[in-house]
């Protein structure tokens, strides 16, 4: 199966080099009988996703995908089933075993969810590639054969159910929302959403009074209501003029009624008491919960006083200046001055935030892109400024991509199987990924990258010189970590996080995906494993 053409792309191939060490270094790590389906997977991957980039490039695609980076597929159909496979680890050592059964649940719905994405790209291609359906039906046998031998016949059905919910919400959300994704991306953010309307289903229908850690839920509901709510107003707007002062009033009194009368009463289902009292209480239960809100209301307002300002410093003569790559990372600071007192202080209170914040962000991007009196139009003025590449579809997505990467390691972080509130060795900087990968390191190399960077790696704009400041300013943020977090003990994997930071700074010199999305989660596979 000769590599010819466009098939040798050097920034892809690098790419998925990288991808595939780090695959190799968890599986050097966690070897079992599902070793064998992740590396069949990556391998027909590799193929599939330059049948991707060739109907990317020729307009061939079911649906218009962002036609600024390649597909993406290798790295993205990687991240679900290794999240799954240290997660389960951890909790098999722990003794979980619901959470282990979980992660087993998590990696064989990634791994097939992949495979339904590659098999798409693989039917619509023409001529077929017969090489690539040999490799794409083998690495399918072998995935179904370990799950014949792993999975019950719930978790069977179960996955079943996700792919179900996945291939909807695919079909719906990349009509509505076309250039927002590239393929990888799509299998990332519609995936995890998949996933997350499904355990909220499961749960409601299995719900027992005083089960469960009532912040477990908060994002289950919090996610499922901006899905349905955006999908509700996309269809009801795709009929009437959404600028209007009528829309407008309809679409904040059917929010509201969304909100107080559906998402309220469905959580109270859950978690057994007024979600809103359970919330104050929640929120004012400490003195150091009280600070910390308080703080974060300052830097909020902090990164509001930025936007205007530069928006002020626009000229009316340069309608079309954008920020600076240094303007853009403010951001960044901000967010790494918030999450570093929230993951040494007060875990929950973060996890909680952040839902809330997600929330508020994709509530102003429905009004942004609906035109929603009496904010929407201002909305647009002051985003466009900020506006990059990867902004190619009608939604300005990269500052919730910032928030969610940051957001995902404390929210995927296995509290169950960390009784004491911290995995050992590397794991106790998992929850800190996001701050390592995005805050630090992706800010860092793009700093230093576009102001001293001279060398550049081999078929990208990225330089050597921000990579590698990247992966120095990552070693001091570990050791300041060391010295201000008290929990965290890393004997002597020191090794390990050093190759860890360095494998995902090599990634993100090469990626052309959301870094913001998958650096975080790299990272948080490489230091669970």
């Not at 309809?250 to 969304?258: E, K, N, Q, R, S």
Request: glycine fraction near 6%.
């Amino acid at each position: 199966m000769p590599l010819t053409g466009t098939m040798l792309n050097k920034p892809v191939l690098l790419e998925s080099l990288i991808v595939f060490i780090i695959v190799l270094c968890v599986h050097t790590v966690v070897w079992d009988r599902y070793s064998w389906c992740v590396i069949a997977l990556a391998i027909q991957a590799f193929y599939v996703q330059f049948k991707w980039d060739r109907l990317l490039r020729l307009g061939a695609a079911v649906f218009q995908f962002r036609t600024t980076a390649n597909s993406g597929l290798l790295p993205a159909s990687m991240v679900i089933p290794l999240l799954g496979i240290v997660m389960k680890e951890r909790c098999k050592a722990a003794g979980i075993v619901y959470f282990e059964r979980f992660g087993i649940v998590v990696a064989s719905t990634g791994m097939v969810l992949a495979l339904f994405l590659s098999v798409i790209a693989v039917g619509i291609t023409r001529p077929v590639p017969t090489n690539t359906c040999i490799l794409s039906g083998i690495a399918g046998s072998i995935i179904l054969y370990t799950m014949k031998y792993s999975l019950t016949v719930s978790e069977v059905i179960e996955v079943l159910e996700v792919l179900l919910i996945f291939v909807y919400l695919s079909m719906i959300l990349l009509y509505l929302l076309p250039r927002c994704f590239t393929p990888g991306e799509a299998l990332l953010v519609l995936g995890g959403i998949s996933f997350i309307l499904k355990q909220l289903i499961k749960r409601s229908l299995n719900v027992i009074e005083g089960r469960g850690d009532p912040v477990d839920f908060v994002l289950l509901v919090a996610v499922a209501g901006v899905v349905l709510l955006g999908i509700f107003f996309t269809a009801l707007f795709f009929f009437m003029d959404s600028g209007t002062w009528t829309s407008s009033m309809f679409f904040h009194m059917m929010t509201a009624v969304l909100g107080l009368g559906v998402l309220m009463p469905w959580l109270y289902h859950l978690i057994r008491r007024n979600p809103l009292v359970w919330l104050l209480q929640f929120l004012v239960q400490t003195q150091t919960r009280v600070y910390l809100l308080v703080y974060w209301t300052l830097l909020a307002a902090s990164a509001c006083m930025v936007v205007l300002y530069q928006n002020s410093k626009r000229s009316s003569e340069s309608k079309k200046h954008q920020a600076s790559t240094i303007t853009r990372k403010y951001f960044h600071f901000i967010v790494v001055a918030t999450y570093i007192p929230g993951l040494i202080y007060d875990h929950q209170l973060l996890y909680i935030a952040a839902v809330l914040c997600l929330v508020v962000f994709i509530l102003l991007e429905y009004i942004r892109y609906f035109r929603i009196k009496p904010f929407g139009q201002t909305l647009r003025h002051l985003l466009t400024l900020f506006l990059d590449e990867r902004d190619s579809g009608p939604l300005i997505l990269t500052h919730i991509y910032l928030l969610v990467g940051m957001s995902l390691p404390v929210w995927l972080f296995p509290r169950p199987c960390a009784p004491k509130g911290t995995l050992p060795g590397a794991g106790a900087l998992v929850p800190y990924s996001g701050v390592l990968a995005v805050g630090v390191g992706d800010t860092i190399a793009s700093i230093f990258g576009s102001t001293i960077g001279e060398i550049k790696w081999p078929g990208t704009k990225k330089t050597f010189e921000g990579t590698m400041t990247a992966i120095f300013a990552q070693i001091i943020a570990v050791a300041l970590i060391l010295i201000f977090d008290g929990r965290v003990n890393l004997n002597t994997s020191y090794a390990w996080i050093l190759g860890s930071i360095s494998l995902v700074s090599l990634l993100e010199a090469y990626t052309t995906q959301i870094d913001n999305l998958l650096l975080p989660l790299y990272l948080q596979i490489l230091l669970m494993a």
